[in-house]
Every structure is written in C-alpha cells, then in structure tokens.
C-alpha cells in the first residue's frame, strides 16, 4: 500500500509551519505501507496545483494531508471539508478570497474517508492527544481537504483520504506567550507514524 502525506510551508508571519517539519521527519516506509512525502505552498490556487500533481503522479491509495491549527491542545482529525474559500488572513501569494466556492460545480461538502473515529481512539491509546473536529476552517487547509475528496471522488473513489490539524510547537508557543498549548515535534511524529498505520489498517 502507498501513502501520500502532505505539510504546508510556513504562513502568517510563522517562521516553521510544524505539519511540514513533522512530515519531512517520517521514514519512507512505516510497515510495509511506502510513504510519500510533499511539501504544499500555504496558497488556495498553487496549493491545490501541488496536491493535484502529487495525486496524478502517485496515484495513492490513502492520502493524509497535515496542517496547522494554532491554539488546539493535540492532533484534530477533521471529519468535513466544505466547498467554501473565505480567508480571514491571505494566502502566502496575497490572495484573500472571500465566499467562494472551492469548486462552483461541487457538491455542498465531502466527508473525510479514512477512519477518523478509530483513529482519534488509536492515537488517544498511545497516549496522544487527539479528537475529531467539524470544522477545517475556510482557509487552504479546508481548501485541500476538499479537493482531495474531490479529486478522489472522481478518479479513485476506492481510495480514502482525511485531514489532521497539528498544535503549535513548544517554541511557537513559548512566543505567543502563556498558556497557548503545544506539542513536542518528536511526539508530532511518533502521532503521524502511528496515523499511517492506523490510516492503513496496519496499527501494529
């Protein structure tokens, strides 16, 4: 089995964006499950682009897109993405759409195909903090969710894709000053290593 996992570049002034530092750190193959690896612009347009080409090119079977969301206490896997662009900040490249469809011809909203629920339980059991979330925002994180469904929906409808949201690191944290929650980079990556394994059912 193949699996893509992508990260985003850094964005609103970040100088790291800790879903690419952690994702760059996973080894190419986890269980017999071979693990690809990309880097997306924090930008609706080319960040779409980048996903677009890195699905075409790997064809993947499961497909785990990381991003971060400042302020949440653990891993979020997100259950929803909705045919909606409304930036509160821009992108990366300037752009700040606001309701906007991701697609103007797509469906209302997709549901995330990996096993969000049993995999919030696996990463809970290990002792990493995780919950399901109903909201991957309207900023490029929902953008690429919703278009990794998409895209699945049309051209490999058996393959299964979701979203994970990523805390702050310490240092980023300790920036912004007290009591904003954070996550260690190596537990970042021992959380993404066991999310390939229960995305492919191989949670040994």
């Known amino acids: 089995m ?9 964005f609103g002034g970040e100088a790291v964006n800790p879903s690419w530092e952690a994702v760059r750190r996973l080894p190419a193959h986890i269980d017999g499950v071979t693990v690809t690896t990309v880097q997306l612009p924090t ?91 109903y909201s991957a925002g309207t900023y490029v994180c929902n953008d690429i969710l919703y278009t990794l469904l998409d895209w699945q929906a049309r051209e490999m409808p058996d393959a299964r ?3 994970v949201h990523l805390p702050y690191t310490r240092e980023q944290a300790a920036a912004k000053g007290a009591d904003v929650p954070w996550m260690s980079l190596d537990e970042m990556v021992r959380g993404l290593e066991l999310a390939v394994r229960l995305a492919s059912g191989e949670s040994r």
Do not use: H, W
């Open 43 to 133: 930008a609706f347009q080319r960040g779409e682009q980048a996903l677009l080409r890195a699905l075409e090119d790997c064809r993947p079977e499961r497909v785990l897109c990381v991003g971060l969301a400042g302020g949440r206490k653990g891993f979020t896997l997100e259950r929803v993405g909705i045919n909606l662009r409304d930036a509160r900040i821009p992108d990366n490249d300037g752009f700040q759409p606001e309701d906007r469809p991701v697609r103007p011809d797509g469906p209302a909203a997709y549901f995330a195909t990996l096993p969000v629920k049993d995999m919030v339980l696996g990463l809970n059991r290990a002792d990493i903090p995780a919950a399901v979330s």
């Open 161 to 163: 894709g979701g979203f």
């Open 2 to 10: 193949n699996i893509l996992v992508t990260g985003f570049e850094p």
